[in-house]
């Protein structure tokens, strides 16, 4: 059974400060998404890795996929009240179903 | 709309009692997943539809729950002799193609609260 552990699981900082939230996993995986939840709605991605060390960048989110393909960072500076949300990262292999993790709550405050 | 559309968004039943709930992918997705999401949980998989194939139902959390998708478009889930544990947002997703780097487009929910 794949598995992806998130951390941390809930985050609460202040506008304008930086953070990272990790997504590890004893398994290899050919892609990692992450996705953003807000209340009362479903996931919308955010961005798509499949190479080894790649880093995508999302206007202030950085991605970063692990040279194994077994771990992920999200990485978001000077966060913004509106980037509050769950966070969560999905593996796949091939045409396999995703696996999520349980998801990183962010919390930015004013 | 040209989103996943689910129905309904909240439903408040009696232990016991079935319940179906509706997923209307986007048009064009041949690929069809439900899952489910308890508080504090990420979520679970529960089953998956691709094309005229025999659906994945390696997730579903016993014989209660079953899923049917009609003329590869619209899917039910039906939850038969609800229990309080089966209360949960269950999230309804579809992609172009089954290849897990595509991106799953996920409606909003349905709401499940089993009283």
């Known amino acids: 059974t794949q598995l992806l552990e998130q951390s941390p699981q809930f985050l609460s900082i202040q506008e304008g400060e930086n953070l990272t939230v990790y997504c590890n996993s004893s398994s290899v995986f050919s892609s990692l998404q992450w996705y953003r939840q807000e209340p009362g709605e479903g996931p919308v991605l955010l961005v798509t890795v499949v190479t080894g060390g790649e880093v995508k960048k999302l206007k202030r989110l950085t991605f970063q996929f692990g040279d194994a393909r077994k771990d992920s960072s999200l990485h978001i500076t000077a966060a913004q009240t509106g980037d509050t949300g769950l966070y969560l990262c999905a593996g796949g292999a091939g045409y396999s179903t995703l696996t999520f993790g349980k998801g990183t709550m962010l919390l930015v405050s004013p | 709309g040209a989103g996943v559309s689910q129905s309904p968004s909240n439903k408040v039943t009696e232990k016991g009692k079935d319940v179906e709930l509706r997923c209307d992918p986007i048009s064009g997705h041949t690929a069809l997943y439900w899952y489910r999401q308890s508080l504090g949980q990420g979520l679970e998989f529960l089953i998956y539809?691709?094309?005229?194939?025999?659906?994945?139902k390696s997730g579903l959390p016993s014989d209660r729950f079953s899923a049917e998708r009609t003329g590869g478009s619209v899917s039910t889930l039906t939850i038969q002799r609800t229990q309080q544990e089966d209360s949960a947002v269950y999230l309804c997703?579809?992609?172009?193609?089954?290849?897990?780097?595509?991106?799953?487009?996920f409606g909003d929910g349905t709401r499940l609260s089993i009283l």
């Open positions: 997703a579809s992609s172009l193609s089954p290849y897990s780097n595509q991106p799953q487009h």
């Open positions: 539809f691709q094309g005229n194939s025999a659906p994945d």
